[in-house]
């Protein structure tokens, strides 16, 4: 039993994944799975303990019947860009039924674009969701990369073929499926509706729902100096607003 003081890169079956728990996430001068839930709901009042408690049980059952973590990219992908290797996905199977009739989700957890903290916000939602007979997958993409857009799009897209490929594998018994995401990964999912940027434009399947939660949906108020930290992330440091404007976002009226 998880208890406020454990610290998840020392869970015995998750310590191999260490560092996709809580990706690229480093809120007080060490990586965030290294340190204990009370310490990080103390640097980060709204990361709920019970709440990681809940993802980190589901995931501890998970990972001690065999690997649940998988590479999106194959090598030769991953060659012409080594930040490809740490593009993954976590497979949390439906609870109870199997297999799932259910389409299946695939969740992107937030951290503006710098991080993606799946443990505190996919995990316990994928955990949840197994009990529903959902399977779910969790998405660890691309952050903090120079003009990162459309990378995690990318990451995305290659994801879901990734998934559609091994559906055997995964004993998927439908094509069907929903994009979750939180903050970040919900202004992701909610550029992957959209035709000039999403599903479409990766020949991909319509995705059958999506539910972002307190998604970024518009630029309005990031213009000026000093509040531009998220698109100076997204589209590099000398951004033109023309440019975000390409990813569905008015600009700020004048």
């Known amino acids: 039993m998880f208890t406020k003081e454990t610290i998840p890169a020392e869970i015995p079956?998750?310590?191999?994944?260490?560092?996709?728990?809580?990706?690229?996430c480093i809120p007080a001068d060490k990586p965030a799975s290294q340190m204990s839930l009370e310490e990080l709901h103390q640097d980060q009042p709204s990361w709920d303990i019970a709440s990681m408690?809940?993802?980190?049980?589901?995931?501890?059952?998970?990972?001690?019947?065999?690997?649940c973590l998988y590479n999106?990219?194959?090598?030769?992908?991953?060659?012409?860009?080594?930040?490809?290797?740490?593009?993954?996905?976590?497979?949390?199977?439906?609870?109870?039924?199997?297999?799932?009739?259910?389409?299946?989700?695939?969740?992107?957890?937030?951290?503006a674009y710098t991080?993606?903290?799946?443990?505190?916000?996919?995990?316990?939602?994928?955990?949840?969701?197994?009990?529903?007979?959902?399977?779910?997958f969790v998405l660890t993409y691309r952050v903090l990369q120079p003009e990162l857009m459309p990378m995690p799009l990318d990451d995305l897209a290659a994801a879901i073929r990734f998934i559609l490929l091994n559906r055997k594998k995964f004993q998927l018994s439908s094509d069907e499926y929903i994009v979750n995401g939180f903050s970040a990964g919900a202004n992701l999912t909610c550029l992957w509706g959209t035709v000039s940027k999403g599903w479409a434009h990766y020949g991909?399947?319509?995705?059958?729902?999506?539910?972002?939660?307190?998604?970024?949906?518009?630029?309005?108020?990031?213009?000026?100096?000093?509040?531009?930290?998220?698109?100076?992330?997204?589209?590099?440091?000398d951004f033109d607003k023309k440019t975000a404007e390409t990813f569905g976002f008015a600009?700020?009226?004048?």
Do not use: H, Q
């Open 251 to 254: 600009k700020k009226p004048s």
């Open 204 to 237: 991909l399947p319509r995705p059958k729902a999506l539910f972002p939660i307190y998604p970024v949906t518009t630029f309005d108020g990031m213009y000026t100096e000093g509040n531009n930290f998220f698109l100076k992330v997204m589209f590099g440091e």
């Open 115 to 136: 991080c993606v903290c799946s443990l505190v916000e996919s995990f316990p939602t994928a955990a949840r969701f197994n009990e529903l007979g959902y399977n779910v």
């Open 13 to 24: 079956v998750l310590k191999d994944y260490a560092d996709y728990l809580c990706y690229n």
């Open 72 to 111: 999106v990219y194959t090598p030769d992908e991953s060659s012409d860009c080594p930040e490809k290797k740490d593009v993954k996905v976590w497979f949390m199977p439906a609870k109870g039924t199997s297999p799932s009739k259910s389409p299946w989700i695939i969740s992107c957890a937030g951290g």
């Open 53 to 67: 408690i809940r993802g980190l049980n589901r995931l501890s059952e998970i990972a001690a019947d065999g690997p």
